[in-house]
């Protein structure tokens, strides 16, 4: 096999920790030798510098993106009998946050050319039992803050921002935390910003919203052993933190190389088979690079047999599958949601990605699109 042929992963983390490989292990040695093993100095110093690059007030840690939905929309008050307002087409993890309050996801629509909740659904979708909106940055997009904030705000409602994907994301050149109650932010591996494990947190502009937070995930105790609310151990790692603080400094560089690429792309493959571009007042982070083609199947099994990597963001919407189809109420049809899982594709697109494979992605992607 030629170097021509050798495999193009779909992410590749090797290139980006392996430089920063001394740094972790002296970090590792340093909290052995201090014994500061949970929360501490290390987590306050990242959630400080998290805050002060993603442009909010307050940034909490917390030990995943799922649990940071889950404690904003428990610290909003959101419980059971309430219904939020959410998409069907994202990882199941935003459903599950959102039953673990004991408030019911209402699933509506999205728009099919960019995978973004369609605002027109959401207003369609409100209640009296509606209590807030969860908007997801699908694929790390962001766009329309201001008119679901709007309907928020007209319908009393909360809104949340499930930024997990949208890492340093912002809307009119604003941090995404102006137009909403909270983001929430998961470090997963693959992430923009991952950890080297499970982590999350929330940024806010709200000082209630963090304090609430903050006694949450410690057991709802203000003070060790005095438990004054509901909590649990939702607590960010503290060997996590120290391994977000050594990568977060690198995370501009690593957000302009994703959009560079995904530059590239979208001037040089095929339309028929791209998202609509991002509107002048959004902004996109690259965490996935989405294409859409409806023989998906045929289509993948030819990347497998030219070694591209692929993904999939993803292949079953949440009222789809098995396990939550009866938790979830579906507001309307939702052909959109079910037309993009079904042909949504995800291919290469890392920092540190070699300009030889982005070349080869392109020529794969178009010449299997020619052959349709």
């Known amino acids: 096999m030629s170097m021509d042929d050798s495999l193009i992963p779909f992410n590749d983390m090797a290139r980006i920790h392996k430089p920063l490989l001394p740094q972790f292990k002296e970090r590792l040695g340093n909290l052995v030798e201090s014994s500061h093993l949970v929360l501490g100095a290390e987590v306050e110093l990242f959630e400080k510098e998290l805050a002060e690059i993603e442009g909010s007030k307050f940034a909490v840690g917390v030990n995943s993106g799922t649990s940071a939905i889950e404690l904003t929309l428990r610290a909003l008050d959101v419980g059971i009998g309430d219904e939020v307002i959410t998409t069907s087409f994202t990882f199941v993890a935003t459903c599950f946050a959102i039953l673990q309050t004991g408030a019911t996801p209402v699933l509506v629509d999205i728009n099919p050319r960019t995978g ?11 209640t009296k039992q509606t209590r807030a909106l969860v908007f997801v940055t699908l694929h790390g997009r962001v766009e329309g803050l201001d008119e679901l904030q709007e309907i928020c705000k007209q319908n009393g409602l909360a809104f949340i921002i499930d930024a997990a994907q949208s890492h340093l994301g ?19 591996p693959g992430k923009n910003l991952g950890a080297l494990g499970e982590a999350g947190a929330v940024i806010t502009d709200s000082t209630e919203i963090a304090e609430k937070i903050k006694v949450m995930r410690d057991w709802g105790a203000t003070e060790k052993y005095n438990h004054n609310s509901w909590g649990g151990n939702f607590r960010l790692e503290t060997i996590q933190a120290g391994f977000l603080r050594i990568k977060l400094p690198h995370l501009r560089k690593w957000t302009e190389n994703r959009k560079n ?34 023989n998906r199947d045929n289509f993948t099994k030819s990347l497998a047999n030219f070694n591209i990597g692929f993904g999939y963001h993803y292949p079953k919407a949440v009222h789809e599958q098995s396990a939550y189809k009866n938790k979830v109420i579906v507001s309307g049809a939702l052909p959109n949601s079910e037309a993009l899982a079904r042909t ?15 070349e080869r992605v392109i020529r794969v992607l178009n010449k299997l699109v020619s052959e349709k």
């Open 116 to 126: 973004l909740l369609d605002p027109n659904c959401v207003a369609d979708a409100i």
């Open 261 to 294: 690429i995904a530059k590239t792309y979208q001037g040089s493959i095929n339309p028929e088979v791209l998202m609509d571009p991002i509107k002048s007042d959004g902004s996109h982070v690259y965490h996935i690079y989405s294409i859409s083609c409806m």
């Open 170 to 188: 912002t809307f009119k050149d604003l941090p995404q935390s102006r137009f909403c109650d909270a983001a929430t932010l998961s470090f997963y």
């Open 344 to 358: 949504t594709l995800s291919i290469p697109l890392f920092p540190e990605q070699r300009d030889t494979e982005i």
